[in-house]
C-alpha cells in the first residue's frame, strides 16, 4: 500500500534515554524485518553507535567526569547522524510503502491536509559543530513541508564545487555535517519535500569550520 507518509528523522529534542530506546526499537525492527535485515553495514553502524552511546550514558549516571559526559554527547551525535542516514536508506527501499515503513521502527509523519507544494526554505544558519570537522545547519520551519533536504559542496576555485548526494532531515535545528575537512569553505542549500513535490533550493550560504 503506498502512502505519503515518511518516517521521522528528527532527534534533536530527545532526551538521552529516549534516544537510546528509539535507536534500539530501529535496530531491532530492522534487523528482523524481511525488508531491511539485508542491509548488514548500515545495521551493524546503527549497532556500533548506540552500544557506544549506551556504553557513556551508563558511566555518566554513575557521576562520571567531565570527560565522560564529553564522550557521551560525542556518541549522541554519532548516533543521531547514523540514524539519520539509516532513515534515508529505509525512504529509498521503502518507495512510499507503508508495509515497510512500519517495519523499519521508525515513527511515521501524518499526510499533508491539503495539496499544497512546501515553500522554500529561508534563513538557513551555518556554524561550528561540538568537534573539529562538524559543521552545524539551522534553517526556518517552511509551510507544508513533511522533511527536508539539504546537501553540501567545497569550494572549487571561486565557485561550490560537485554537490553531495542530497541527505534527509525532519528537523530545522541542529543538524551536523560531519566528517568535513577543517579550513575549508562548505557551501550548503536547503529544500523543503512532501508528498506532493519539492520547492526550489533555498539561496547558497557558505561558512570555514575549525
Not at 528528527?10 to 526499537?25: H, I, N, P, W, Y
Not at 536508506?89 to 499544497?116: C, H, I, N, W, Y
Request: aromatic share 10%.
Amino acid at each position: 500500500m503506498k502512502t505519503r507518509r515518511i518516517v521521522l528523522s528528527g532527534f534533536t529534542r530527545m532526551s538521552d534515554d529516549e534516544l537510546l530506546v528509539r535507536a534500539t526499537t530501529i535496530h531491532q525492527a530492522m534487523s528482523s524485518s524481511p525488508f531491511f535485515a539485508g542491509n548488514g553495514p548500515i545495521l551493524s553502524d546503527l549497532e556500533t553507535c548506540y552500544l557506544d552511546f549506551q556504553n557513556f550514558l551508563a558511566i555518566c549516571k554513575r557521576k562520571g567526569s567531565p570527560l565522560d559526559t564529553a564522550n557521551k554527547n560525542v556518541a549522541r551525535e554519532a548516533l543521531m547522524s547514523t540514524l539519520q542516514q539509516v532513515a534515508a536508506v529505509v525512504m529509498r527501499l521503502a518507495k512510499g510503502d507503508l508495509q515497510k515503513l512500519l517495519s523499519s521502527g521508525f515513527e511515521l509523519s501524518t499526510p499533508p491536509k491539503s495539496r499544497d507544494f512546501p515553500d522554500m526554505v529561508t534563513n538557513v544558519y551555518l556554524s561550528e559543530g561540538k568537534q573539529s570537522g562538524q559543521m552545524r545547519l539551522d534553517f526556518e520551519k517552511a509551510k507544508h513541508a513533511l522533511m527536508y533536504e539539504y546537501r553540501y559542496a567545497v569550494l572549487d576555485g571561486e565557485v561550490p564545487g560537485e554537490w553531495s548526494e542530497p541527505l534527509m532531515t525532519t528537523s530545522t535545528r541542529a543538524n551536523i555535517l560531519a566528517p568535513l575537512t577543517p579550513y575549508i569553505r562548505h557551501f550548503v542549500q536547503v529544500r523543503s519535500v512532501n508528498a506532493f513535490g519539492k520547492s526550489d533550493w533555498s539561496d547558497t550560504v557558505s561558512y570555514i569550520i575549525r
